[in-house]
């Protein structure tokens, strides 16, 4: 394999990438309980217990731009290629474009080895789009075993393409999370009476 230095690529680890933490996962019930927590606090807050909130992603994903910002003006000609996880993903495009919680709620985590590709423009970064794998299925057998597997059918996924999407990829409008902000008591009242489930109060 041809090293990467010799093609004028290079590359560094940086733990601020790093996916959300979520704590400690030994204990189901535990998680189920924190599960159920996030789904009604909100998950941008929330925090899991000895791990982090996408809030606390948001604040390392800040001081990592300022440094990427930083290698732009040292080379602003060179092509940056981020490999990092869902969540980490989406806080970083709230970051950059500045947008809101409800606009972060919105948001679904990249599919595997889904990109996005933010394009720059002058002296800022715009967005380009998602290059998402078309994904192929297909049933297989199993080989001959001795066991009573043999013969059970698989799933078989294989990649065949890519296609190209202008926008991020959303939660379907089910999963949709609006949140209710009380100025005053009798709010509570006002969101009851609104059936949708979408009422905020500003």
């Known amino acids: 394999d041809e090293d990467p230095a010799s093609m004028g690529i290079s590359w560094h680890e940086d733990p601020r990438l790093r996916e959300q933490d979520f704590g400690n996962y030994q204990d189901p019930d535990t998680i189920k309980q924190c599960k159920s927590e996030r789904h009604a606090f909100g998950p941008f807050y929330y925090r899991y217990p000895d791990g982090e909130s996408a809030s606390d992603v948001y604040d390392r994903a800040s001081t990592f731009l300022e440094s990427l910002f930083r290698s732009f003006r040292s080379d602003p000609g060179r092509v940056y290629v981020l490999v990092t996880h869902g969540i980490a993903i989406r806080v970083l495009l709230c970051r950059y474009f500045r947008y809101s919680v409800d606009q972060y709620h919105k948001l679904a985590n990249p599919e595997n080895c889904e990109c996005v590709v933010l394009k720059k423009d002058g002296r800022s970064l715009d967005l380009e789009g ?7 299925e297909r049933e297989v057998k199993r080989g001959n075993r001795e066991d009573d597997t043999a013969g059970d059918l698989l799933t078989e996924k ?4 890519h296609e190209f999407h202008t926008s991020l990829r959303q939660l379907p409008s089910c999963l949709k999370q609006t949140r209710k902000i009380r100025m005053c008591p009798e709010d509570d009242i006002e969101a009851k009476e609104d059936m949708d489930g979408s009422y905020v109060s500003v």
Request: a positive charge; glycine letters at 10%.
């Open 158 to 161: 294989r990649v065949v393409g």
């Open 130 to 136: 998602r290059y998402a794998l078309t994904i192929e």
